[in-house]
């Protein structure tokens, strides 16, 4: 069972917007601003997309943006595109020098 | 440009023991924390076990129960993760990861490595 929880699927159309939850507790999420988020592709390695709660690596698009109020934080796509589709992964420090990862979100681009 | 390169996986009976390696190259291995990641087929990621920059602190997620343990080699820029008591649950692909220092994430993966468990 994973730590955090996500919802299982979301979809959009081309350039609209999407928002990914992810919940925790006041152990993770809440606790400390080290919350990331990755993109996965289908047979790929995950991608670094979001981290420290709203910080953009290098080269990631400003349609990505991250943020969070309590035991939740959010991933933010907006300007859908076809190469958006994938899986996202939030992931959180969770103290005591371990992480947590949510469950998963399936991204379909309609 | 930096590059993770796990090996080590195949398939393996239940009860087992396999080590996974990972070579890192393209950046200062021995300044940064490293990580390993599984993935379950068609499940989601799961992290497993982190390691200081020095290899003197080491830390597992809770379902590892002893049976894990991550090393590594700053001489040989190479991580390590020795797998012992293999069981079903544990076939996945596993991933090194490297931190992202400072940040408490991590930027550069490895393409990964299966680990089957199967009589």
């Known amino acids: 069972q994973p730590a955090l929880t996500q919802p299982r699927s979301v979809s959009g159309s081309p350039g609209q917007s999407v928002t990914i939850s992810c919940t925790g507790t006041s152990s993770d999420v809440g606790g400390y601003n080290y919350v990331s988020w990755f993109q996965q592709h289908p047979g790929k390695a995950p991608k670094l997309m979001i981290h420290?709660?709203?910080k953009r690596p290098s080269g990631v698009p400003d349609r990505f943006s991250g943020s969070k109020s309590g035991n939740t934080a959010s991933l933010t796509i907006s300007g859908l595109q076809a190469e958006d589709e994938a899986d996202y992964y939030c992931w959180s420090y969770a103290g005591s020098s371990t992480w947590v990862f949510g469950g998963g979100t399936k991204l379909t681009v309609l | 440009q930096v590059q993770l390169v796990e090996s080590g996986g195949g398939v393996v009976q239940p009860g087992s023991s396999l080590t996974l390696s990972c070579a890192a190259s393209g950046f200062t291995f021995s300044s940064h924390v490293m990580h390993w990641v599984r993935q379950a087929p068609g499940k989601g990621l799961e992290w497993v076990a982190a390691?200081?920059?020095?290899?003197?602190?080491?830390h597992y997620a809770d379902f590892v129960k002893g049976r894990f343990s991550i090393s590594r080699d700053n001489s040989k820029n190479t991580l390590y993760l020795q797998v012992n008591s293999l069981r079903a649950e544990d076939t996945a692909v596993y991933y090194c990861a490297r931190d992202y220092s400072g940040s408490w994430t991590v930027d550069y993966w490895g393409q990964g490595i299966l680990v089957t468990v199967s009589s």
């Open positions: 390691i200081s920059n020095d290899g003197n602190n080491r």
């Open positions: 420290g709660v709203s």
